[in-house]
């Protein structure tokens, strides 16, 4: 347990110094004319990263945040176990038996909101656009501002929420949830109890996926919303081109990547201005992460690589790539044997999940792969990698002759990922 507590502090010290960073690092201003225009707000995100393993792409999303925000919020407030109560000053302690990360985002956004204000945002969300068209709604008392398929925001996306402060929905949302958490039920059998925290503050609550989040905050929004026809409201639509989740957006970022692919897609299809939303939300529940490794996110001939190079523009310099330090030579499929005195690489085989014209080293470590520095014959396997980076689609090995400069000492039989 000591241990697990350590993790998270070195992890928040690390988000800490990651949100310090960010303004002055992208010329953010924070006085001047600037603090005449401040909203009474933040950006919160929740943050379960362990010191050193936090994924590029979110590192990258982060500053879009803080670039596109002008620092009208201020840093980004990065939020997890350590410091949640200070600005939750009414959460429950069943809170901290909820079974996962997902469920205990779903908590903490509403009351975020409600007690401070601002914006909640999944840390899989790039922002391309100013963010002032949200933080004036905010400072002009909205009660809620999300994306949707419709402009009536009924089943609206909880992975971006804003609201002021005190916002009497969000209040609600907050006080059905604690009513959830703090009605406690008789065991984890009741499988038809679909929030269920045991009275024996030993035992872990039981939550169906989604059931305390937009399980509950929809059916409180169309009951305020019923009660308050005036209220203040905006859902960024997918019927008008706006939502952060473009019509076929799962496709082109796991099927159609390449840009040449995904414009003609989204035609044909009838998505409305793919390239041109003030955010995206990237999925990386269905393995985003997986998908774009590293530099992949700035390469600008896949889809996702216009959308962060139009993002950050020259704030930000993609990372040098493996296949910077020479050409990589195919020599293995998944379960012979690769002959390599140098770097071996194993990944994804083909452009698509089955069959189709095999990767070279620059497309391959576009997607998670796994490196072995070698000097004689390894197995191009899982067991010889130690893991699989690819689940269920054709591998390969590419072995990077070792040349002089691109030798790496002490790395024999260590796997990178």
Known sequence: ??????????AMKLAILIALALAPALGVKFQGALREKRTECKIFAMWDYHAGKVPFFIQKDLESWALHSHGRCGSPVLINDTNIAEYIPDLP??????PDHGSRSDVIRYALIYHHG????????????????????????YDLISYAQKKSCKSFSSNFLAARKGSAYMKEVWEAQKKAMTSHCES??????????P????????VHWGAIGEMVSHPVFDKFAAANPSMKKHCFAEEEGESFAPEGMGTVLFTKRKLQDALP??????????????????????????????????????????????????ASAPPKGPADDGPAEYCASEGENCPCSG????????????????????????????????????ACTTSGFMGDPQINRPKQCLCQARTQSSRVEGCTGSPVV
């Not at 009275?199 to 039981?206: R, W």
């Not at 390239?275 to 998908?291: I, K, S, T």
């Not at 390469?299 to 020259?314: E, P, T």
Request: charged share 35%; net charge negative.
């Open 93 to 98: 302690e069943e809170y901290f038996r909820l």
């Open 265 to 314: 897609f989204f035609t044909s299809i009838k998505t409305k201005k793919p390239m041109d939303r003030l955010a995206y939300h990237l999925f990386n529940a269905q393995g985003f992460q997986r998908e774009y490794a590293g530099g992949a996110i700035f390469d600008s001939a896949l889809f996702v690589g216009a959308l962060y190079r139009k993002s950050l523009g020259n």
């Open 343 to 378: 770097r071996v690489f194993f990944g994804r085989k083909f452009d698509n999940d089955k069959d189709g014209d095999k990767l070279d080293l620059s497309e391959m470590v576009l997607q998670q792969y796994r490196m072995m520095e070698v000097n004689g014959d390894i």
């Open 1 to 10: 347990m000591g241990e697990d507590v350590d993790s998270r502090s070195a």
């Open 199 to 206: 009275a024996n503050p030993k035992h872990k609550c039981h």
């Open 118 to 141: 601002g914006i909640y945002m999944d840390t899989d969300i790039l922002v391309l656009r100013d963010l002032n068209e949200v933080l004036d709604k905010v400072a002009d008392d």
């Open 188 to 197: 984890h059998d009741d499988r038809d109890t679909k929030v269920c925290c």
